[in-house]
């Protein structure tokens, strides 16, 4: 099946090419979505929130960009709801502490991503602790870019943005994970 | 040559190589086809809610609750200055009276 019949199939609601489109994409939607949020079940719950909003959007879907595309920027968009979610929990948790007190382990977890070797889990945690604090665009320019392996075209696609303006959100998240990464050596 | 400015950044990119892809298992559909109905049935009992569900959103109860202290803070604010008032006024009054009949309300 190309992409053009699975595009008018999926319009006219056809179940068995939505079950096929989720099967060829939900391990790479995951694995997006996961990069970004550092947490695996928030990581599901984007993944789901993902597929349901192509279901429902894709009526709608002008293929201005390949559908791939149009898929990892609704996975991005999901996954960043998430986290401004979770900075609105974890803005509650100072105010009020008593409310949520499970907000708190949350904010001191390490994220130990599943898919690298254990010799380098260390490192690796390290550095998505350095990641979790960049500022929002450049976190996800660096996760898609430099974490993700994807190339600077799709991912300027993905992010909407033009490709100089994504080399300087990378050059700016190297430079602040370089400060955050000497502070964290400098003090242990 | 150009000195690398962000060394510690590469040495821990060194660690994320070779990541093996994470994926969902392949209960992923079945979980995605229950949230879509629930979903599906939880859209049909808002709509049928939806008169009643906006004052129980938490924003609205809050709001709620802050306009209640702030209505009470100012409503004790005002009752405390009327007493005060009420109570230099009772006073210069009960005094004009008592010196009408020559005493003073000390001696009271």
Known sequence: MNEQELIQQLKQGNEP???WLVDNYRNRVFHTVLNILQDTNEAEDAAQETFIQVFESIKNFKEESSLSTWIYRIAVHKALDKIRRRKTRQRLHTLLPWWM???KKSEEAVFQHPGIAAENKEKAAILFKAIEALPEKQKLAFTLIKVQGMN???ACEIL???IKAVESLISRAKVNLQKQLENYYRER | MEKNSTPLVDEHLQS???MQEVGTDDFF????KAKMLARQSGDEKEQAMKGWSFPLKPVWVLGTLVLLLAVNGFMLANQS???ETTSTVSTSSLQQFAESYDQSISSY
């Open chain 1, 152 to 154: 600077y075209e799709e």
């Open chain 2, 29 to 32: 559909y079945t979980r995605l």
């Open chain 1, 101 to 103: 007190p499970d907000e």
């Open chain 1, 160 to 162: 909407q943005q033009n």
């Open chain 2, 16 to 18: 994320i190589q070779g």
């Open chain 2, 81 to 83: 200055a009327t007493k």
């Open chain 1, 17 to 19: 090419a939505f079950r």
